[in-house]
Each structure stands twice: as structure tokens, then as C-alpha cells.
Nanobody
Framework: QVQLVESGGGLVQAGGSLRLSCAAS????????MGWFRQAPGKEREFVAD????????YYADPVKGRFTISRDNAQNTVYLQMNSLKPEDTAVYYC????????????????WGQGTQVTVSS
């Protein structure tokens, strides 16, 4: 079992930055690939970025490529999402998720989820 708790969301103006954190329970955090997803009102949950268990591999969805950076600190059982140059269309609830296989990029392929943190970008 892995429990995930996100933090760091908030209200920011367009062009600003936020850093999301996701703290995980358990002693096997480094075994899990971690992903960030987001869900805007009335829309399906969508993939944002993921990172392999050791942190050497990352992948980004096209809308965030070049603006967002995913990273992890396995000693702290935490994964981060640094979000720069934020746009109003980035407004959503952001979720972190865990699964044992890197490269899965649909919500149904992830085993564990956090409760989400709201990110609102004003224009």
C-alpha cells in the first residue's frame, strides 16, 4: 500500500510559478514510477508528467513540455512538479499517482492516488 498526499496548490497569476509536492508513505517508494495528472472542471483526467523509480527517466505531455519539471527525492519519499510560465488553461485539480511500471500514462493504469490539490491560474 502507498498513501499519497499532495500539497503546494494555490492561486497564481498567469506567467507565475508553483511547486507541487507529493509525499508518499512506505519504505518502497523508489520501486514506484510516479505520475502527475490533472482534471479541469467538466473534463477528463489527463496525464501531465511521469518519472521512473530511480528518477533517470521523465516524460511530459505536450501542453506542459518546456514549462513543467517533474523530479523526486527518494530519501524524502517525495515527488515534485515545478510549474513555470503558468497559463489559465493549466487551472485544474492536480493529482499524483503511483504504479510499479514506468511509462503508463493513462489514469486507469495507476494503482494509488492522492486526494488532489487545486491550482488556479488567473489571467
Amino acid at each position: 500500500q502507498v498513501q499519497l498526499v499532495e500539497s503546494g496548490g494555490g492561486l497564481v497569476q498567469a506567467g507565475g510559478s508553483l511547486r507541487l509536492s507529493c509525499a508518499a508513505s512506505g519504505r518502497t517508494f523508489s520501486r514506484y514510477a510516479m505520475g502527475w495528472f490533472r482534471q479541469a472542471p467538466g473534463k477528463e483526467r489527463e496525464f501531465v508528467a511521469d518519472i521512473s523509480g530511480g528518477g533517470s527517466m521523465t516524460y511530459y505531455a505536450d501542453p506542459v513540455k518546456g514549462r513543467f519539471t517533474i523530479s523526486r527525492d527518494n530519501a524524502q519519499n517525495t515527488v515534485y512538479l515545478q510549474m513555470n510560465s503558468l497559463k489559465p488553461e493549466d487551472t485544474a485539480v492536480y493529482y499524483c499517482a503511483a504504479n510499479l511500471v514506468y511509462g503508463r500514462r493513462t489514469p486507469g493504469e495507476y494503482d494509488y492516488w492522492g486526494q488532489g490539490t487545486q491550482v488556479t491560474v488567473s489571467s
